[in-house]
């Protein structure tokens, strides 16, 4: 049996591992994906339905254009038998070709099919902040990103060992709850 957390795993594998065969694993059929960015340094389309054109979405565009990707729920998994779950998130990645690294946070509003396999059936991401830095910072943000606990990690533990760079005050104050 699957359960809420397994689909939000799973969602997440297929994201960041350019893995699009997964969705359908974790989404239903006729899924809702809504998108509200408030940023301009990563776009995405506001309003998605149906399990291809989301894995487009998320999965295949998403992975042509980032690679070395890391996302965290800053949470406790969701409990097995939820039909509705919110949580924030944090993402680090970096750009194919130009280098440049994105790290970005926002919300997840997930909500559930009833019954044994808990598919997604509408996904609202919010995305609050993203911010771009330099190729040189590269390996100090993977290095952070890369200790962090996979996939589900409590808001403040994320932010231990951020490091002190000017571009990441933002998302630092956000994950610790000064928005």
């Given at each position: 049996?699957?359960?809420?957390?397994?689909?939000?795993?799973?969602?997440?594998?297929?994201?960041?591992?350019?893995?699009?065969?997964?969705?359908?694993?974790?989404?239903?059929?006729?899924?809702?994906?809504?998108?509200?960015?408030?940023?301009?340094?990563?776009?995405?389309?506001?309003?998605?339905?149906?399990?291809?054109?989301?894995?487009?979405?998320?999965?295949?565009?998403?992975?042509?254009?980032?690679?070395n990707?890391?996302?965290?729920?800053l949470?406790?998994?969701?409990?097995?038998?939820?039909?509705?779950?919110?949580?924030?998130?944090?993402?680090?990645?970096?750009?194919?070709?130009?280098?440049?690294?994105?790290?970005?946070?926002?919300?997840?509003?997930?909500?559930?099919?009833?019954?044994?396999?808990?598919?997604?059936?509408?996904?609202?991401?919010?995305?609050e902040?993203?911010?771009?830095?330099?190729?040189?910072?590269?390996?100090?943000?993977?290095?952070?990103?890369?200790?962090?606990?996979?996939?589900?990690?409590p808001?403040?533990?994320?932010?231990?060992?951020?490091p002190?760079?000017?571009e990441?005050?933002?998302?630092?104050?956000?994950?610790?709850?000064?928005?």
């Amino acid at each position: 049996m699957r359960d809420a957390s397994d689909a939000i795993r799973t969602y997440i594998r297929a994201k960041d591992g350019n893995r699009p065969h997964l969705l359908g694993r974790a989404f239903a059929l006729d899924v809702n994906l809504e998108v509200v960015n408030k940023t301009d340094a990563i776009s995405f389309p506001s309003s998605v339905t149906g399990l291809d054109a989301v894995t487009d979405a998320l999965v295949r565009r998403f992975s042509r254009e980032f690679e070395n990707v890391y996302t965290f729920c800053l949470s406790s998994p969701a409990k097995p038998e939820c039909h509705q779950f919110s949580c924030d998130w944090l993402v680090g990645m970096s750009s194919k070709g130009r280098g440049d690294i994105r790290v970005g946070c926002g919300r997840y509003d997930w909500f559930f099919q009833p019954g044994e396999q808990s598919l997604v059936e509408r996904l609202k991401i919010t995305i609050e902040r993203m911010k771009i830095l330099s190729p040189d910072h590269l390996n100090a943000i993977m290095g952070w990103l890369a200790d962090i606990s996979y996939p589900w990690c409590p808001a403040q533990a994320a932010t231990v060992n951020i490091p002190r760079l000017q571009e990441l005050v933002e998302i630092r104050d956000y994950i610790n709850g000064r928005r």
